[in-house]
């Protein structure tokens, strides 16, 4: 029985797709540790695991960004990336850009020390780490021990060529396309980027492994058996280079025994689709669910448009400001138990999140997708291209295109849903763990 201890960062949208992967690992047969903040200790007793508590980022995201406990300077960074989506896709990716070295590779060498404390620990056979928790994958890669690496986000996260650059999406939906000068700054910004992380894991490897292989390109340092894309496997996407690791596309971490909400969402819902009405959820996340005037748009837009259903909105710390349009057809809460939802909606709005999107696809659900930063562009242009929902830019959304788009959804199931739907149900967590423990199981070089 292998033992894994599989490393998260402390956001909500990384650690519960990484403790249902940990969970899948379990009942595969292997003996796992879920290592995280101490606030994400119920993840890894829903995913029947041990616990570790382990913070590998000063940033922190429990599930509504803004009402985290953090520190002054992570949450003047949040406010300053959430004033950033409101000029645009350029801004904010640029915004995002000078917030990396903060956000992404704080404290390195506590790091090291801390994750070379859990193997003196817990003698690991093998770790699974968070693609873009850069300190941790840095340390293994210092410490000389095997690890896998499991993506979060879209795979171009992981460069796939040397003009290819993190924070620069590979390609652009319809409705955001940015001018080649705006392009051309923010790929100064991102090869910058690039060359500062890329010198300061040559740094921190010369200080404490001067002994290792360098680690070369920092955004592309991964694993070297196993690297996990949470994405489905479509045919347009670039090819990463051979490595000697296997690319496993498990499509979506959705647990097959995740337990219901319990009755008082049950009569929710019941209220709601009573008489045959449509439900449609507007989700944007544990960061942008902050975006209250996007949500207030997405909600008049839908009921103005489409007034024969009823909305179920995520609303995070601004669900006070939204109370004022709660009512017999329209539901307004601080959290929602979304992947529950997704079984039981006609339609989703959502921000182009990869847990957004993977669990639309594989529960079948339309989506609208406004996408607002990071990977969220590539993504939306996926979902276009693949015929599973369509996108809309929330910088100049109105109240019309909005509802008018999901009415569209509602009346018209997008082309291409059926097919990726059953695709993605045949992979999942359960495929996934199979095969990386068939991967990690192989001879292989540390890594």
């Avoid at 995201?61 to 959430?82: C, H």
């Avoid at 850069?134 to 293994?140: E, N, S």
């Amino acid at each position: 029985m292998p033992r894994v201890v599989v490393i998260s960062p402390p956001f909500l949208s990384h650690a519960q797709p990484l403790s249902v992967l940990a969970g899948a690992l379990a009942r595969a047969g292997a003996d796992v540790s879920f290592a995280c903040a101490p606030p994400f200790a119920r993840l890894a007793e829903e995913a029947g695991t041990a616990f570790v508590p382990l913070t590998v980022s000063r940033n922190a995201n429990t599930g509504v960004a803004r009402s985290t406990r953090q520190g002054a300077r992570e949450s003047e960074r949040l406010e300053e990336f959430l004033g950033s989506t409101r000029e645009g896709a350029i801004a904010t990716l640029l915004t995002q850009s000078r917030h990396r070295g903060e956000d992404m590779l704080a404290d390195p060498e506590r790091v090291l020390a801390e994750v070379r404390g859990l193997q003196e620990r817990l003698a690991p056979d093998w770790f699974v780490a968070d693609q873009l928790s850069y300190p941790v994958t840095l340390a293994l890669h210092c410490l000389g021990l095997p690890f896998a690496t499991f993506c979060p986000g879209h795979p171009t996260y992981l460069p796939h060529a040397p003009e290819a650059l993190f924070g620069v999406p590979y390609a652009w939906p319809r409705a955001v396309r940015p001018a080649a000068r705006e392009l051309a700054e923010l790929r100064r910004a991102a090869s910058d980027n690039d060359l500062a992380f890329t010198e300061r894991f040559a740094a921190v490897a010369r200080r404490h492994a001067p002994e290792a292989p360098a680690p070369g390109r920092a955004f592309a340092l991964a694993s070297r058996r196993a690297v996990v894309f949470n994405y489905p496997e479509f045919p347009w996407l670039p090819k990463h280079p051979p490595s000697g690791a296997r690319f496993l596309h498990g499509g979506h971490c959705v647990s097959p025994e995740e337990q219901g909400p319990g009755d008082a969402w049950e009569r929710v819902l019941g209220r709601l689709a009573s008489g045959g009405r449509r439900v449609v959820l507007i989700a944007l996340g544990t960061f942008l669910s902050a975006r209250d005037d996007v949500l207030a748009t997405l909600v008049r837009g839908v009921r103005s448009r489409v007034p024969d259903a009823a909305v179920v909105v995520a609303a995070g710390e601004a669900a006070p400001r939204l109370a004022r349009y709660a009512g017999p057809l329209v539901h307004v809460a601080r959290t929602v138990p979304q992947r529950w939802l997704l079984g039981r909606v006609d339609a989703m709005v959502h921000h182009g999140g990869n847990n957004s999107f993977t669990e639309c696809v594989a529960s079948a659900t339309p989506a609208l997708v406004l996408p607002f930063s990071s990977d969220q562009f590539a993504i939306a242009h996926d979902a276009e291209r693949a015929r599973l929902g369509t996108c809309l830019n929330p910088a100049t959304l109105t109240e019309e295109e909005a509802g008018a788009a999901v009415r569209r959804l509602l009346d018209h199931v997008p082309e291409g849903l059926p097919r990726w739907s059953e695709a993605l149900r045949r992979r999942g967590p359960h495929w996934t763990a199979g095969r990386l423990l068939d991967a990690m199981g192989s001879p292989a070089g540390s890594g």
